[in-house]
């Protein structure tokens, strides 16, 4: 069946620190691809998605490639803030599984001052 | 702006008790879902629903019920609660359009604890 997989975490890095949170799928066909994010004490946002292969997703300076051939979608982000603490979760949907979307873990960042 | 409301931030109940969810969502949503997310576990599927009066099992429906009698709210009910049930719920919605894009709206999750 379908299944995400995502590093684990927590990940702690200083303010304008590079980020990679490594993300990889097991789908058949052509799933979508999304990121969301987690601020403390609210439920999950869209934070961006890709809907085909090499799609590049991106927000708030966050970004992702749909990579078929590795089948993996990891976030990046080139200098991340205090704000961007936040449980980060990478997630599957369409293809052969309807409607629903298939999460992994969670990945928790703490960013330090 | 798209709204997913839940009924309680926070809810302490105790072990047998009957338990209420409530979620409404204003954006004329056809599917409407229900997860629990515990720590390590990510966020597993406990309920959804494509249509009024629909439903279908997740992936962890034991202990669980539904309702959905009209198109904005969607109800999960602990028959009887016990302790394992302790978790965040989150609620979802989305569109029904296409297969793809197929984001989903979460509200701000209910913490309950049983006791």
């Known amino acids: 069946g379908n299944s995400v997989t995502q590093m684990e975490g927590p990940v702690t890095l200083s303010e304008e620190a590079f980020l990679t949170i490594n993300c990889t799928y097991t789908?058949?066909?052509?799933?979508?691809l999304f990121w969301y994010v987690q601020y403390p004490g609210e439920g999950l946002q869209l934070l961006l998605k890709?809907?085909?292969?090499?799609d590049k997703g991106s927000n708030k300076g966050f970004e992702a490639t749909y990579r078929k051939e590795t089948t993996s979608f990891h976030l990046e982000k080139g200098s991340v803030q205090v704000s961007d603490s936040a449980v980060y979760f990478c997630?599957?949907?369409?293809?052969?599984?309807?409607?629903?979307?298939?999460f992994g873990a969670g990945t928790r960042l703490f960013v330090k001052a | 702006d798209v709204k997913v409301t839940q009924s309680s931030r926070y809810l302490v109940k105790r072990t047998g008790e009957k338990v209420f969810l409530e979620c409404v969502q204003d954006?004329?949503?056809?599917?409407m879902f229900w997860y629990r997310q515990d720590p390590g576990l990510g966020l597993r599927l406990i309920y959804f629903?494509?249509?009024?009066?629909?439903?279908e099992k997740g992936d962890i429906p034991e202990g669980y019920s539904v309702s959905r009698e009209k198109k904005e709210r969607f109800s999960l009910i602990l028959e009887s609660a016990s302790t394992n049930q302790t978790s965040m719920y989150l609620c979802?919605?989305?569109?029904?359009?296409?297969?793809?894009?197929?984001?989903?709206?979460f509200g701000p999750g209910t913490r309950l604890t049983v006791l």
């Open positions: 979802a919605s989305s569109p029904r359009k296409t297969l793809l894009y197929n984001e989903q709206f």
């Open positions: 789908a058949t066909g052509y799933p979508s």
């Open positions: 890709a809907t085909k292969a090499d």
């Open positions: 997630a599957l949907s369409g293809n052969t599984g309807g409607f629903k979307t298939i």
């Open positions: 954006m004329d949503h056809e599917n």
């Open positions: 629903s494509y249509d009024v009066k629909m439903k």
